[in-house]
């Protein structure tokens, strides 16, 4: 069966960047004049993937509004001749077309991923991130489609981490079975560097088949009674083979303030428009000679 729908949890609380996050999602922050989510749904979007269910909650109206159209900026923009500019908004408002469900309790990952079910219904379906941009992510999510093409079994994307970074992540134990091809054998939620089988970690992007939905029913609610997808992943192991892909390129997770930052530093400094600024700036804060270019 075909993957056609993406599923987006933007429903969190986002307390790592409070005060920020008081009235606005942390999906809608800008990376220098872009919103976060904006990247996810370009990748979804440039893959293939049509249908999009955004996981919203409270204070996130402003996600709904990005992709919808504005009116009354529309005719300023074209009354002010700014057509490039008029042209770029209403691409963005034809961009999706999107689903939104209500997840009306910040219960947990899962516990957004089985929200969407009545959406998304009894066919295969891609989870992804509303706070990860991946670096080439629509190669990445082709690359997914065509491993659950080839073995008809969820995906989930992971990518290498520092081993001493492993307790924020979900990390998996995996056997090679081919040349790009892994199996996974057993996730952990944030482990210490001693209990983690790997240094590869969930990266946020998945193709899962519908059963991860009655895992997610049978899985027991964790720390903060939040329901945790990792533990349906575990679940699912038991019942059918979970594939991994790897991604290899630059993985910017904006989930917090310092990442964030970083964040927007690689993308100000890749830039042709922001590069050089930024680059004066920085060696003048930094006091760092000319020759170190
Ligand atoms: P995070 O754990 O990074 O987001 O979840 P959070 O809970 O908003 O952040 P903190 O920990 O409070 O700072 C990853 C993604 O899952 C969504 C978030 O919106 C984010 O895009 N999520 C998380 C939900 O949709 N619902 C939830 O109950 C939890």
Not at 213 to 231: A, I, N, V, Y
Not at 270 to 290: G, H, N, Q, Y
Request: proline share 5%.
């Amino acid at each position: 069966m075909e993957v056609r729908k993406a599923v987006l949890p933007v429903a969190g609380w986002g307390t790592r960047f409070l005060p920020a996050t008081k009235a606005m999602p942390k999906e809608m922050l800008p990376v220098i004049d872009k919103p976060i989510i904006q990247f996810i749904v370009e990748e979804l979007i440039e893959a293939g993937i049509e249908n999009l269910v955004f996981v919203t909650g409270r204070h996130k109206k402003a996600i709904e509004n990005h992709f919808d159209v504005n009116v009354s900026l529309e005719k300023h923009l074209q009354e002010a001749g700014k057509d490039e500019m008029l042209n770029q908004i209403r691409k963005i408002s034809h961009m999706v077309n999107p689903i939104y469900v209500r997840q009306k309790e910040q219960l947990g990952l899962g516990h957004a991923v089985l929200t969407a079910e009545p959406a998304v219904g009894n066919e295969p379906f891609i989870v992804a991130l509303g706070d990860i941009i991946l670096q080439e992510g629509e190669r990445h999510v082709r690359n997914m489609l065509d491993m659950f093409k080839r073995f008809g079994k969820s995906i989930i994307a992971l990518f290498e981490v520092d081993p001493q970074e492993v307790g924020k992540y979900g990390i998996a134990k995996v056997k090679k079975i081919g040349d790009d091809a892994f199996l996974i054998e057993d996730v952990v939620e944030k482990p210490t560097p001693e209990e983690a089988p790997s240094n590869l970690a969930i990266v946020g992007r998945y193709v899962f088949t519908p059963l991860i939905f009655d895992m997610l029913k049978s899985t027991k609610p964790g720390k903060g009674g939040e329901l945790q997808l990792t533990d349906a992943v575990k679940l699912l192991l038991e019942r059918e083979a979970v594939y991994a892909y790897k991604v290899e390129s630059e993985v910017y997770d904006t989930g917090n303030p310092v990442d964030y930052l970083k964040t927007l530093m690689e993308f100000a400094l890749s830039r042709e428009d922001t590069a050089e600024e930024i680059v004066k700036f920085l060696r003048e804060r930094l006091r760092l000679p000319e020759a170190l270019s």
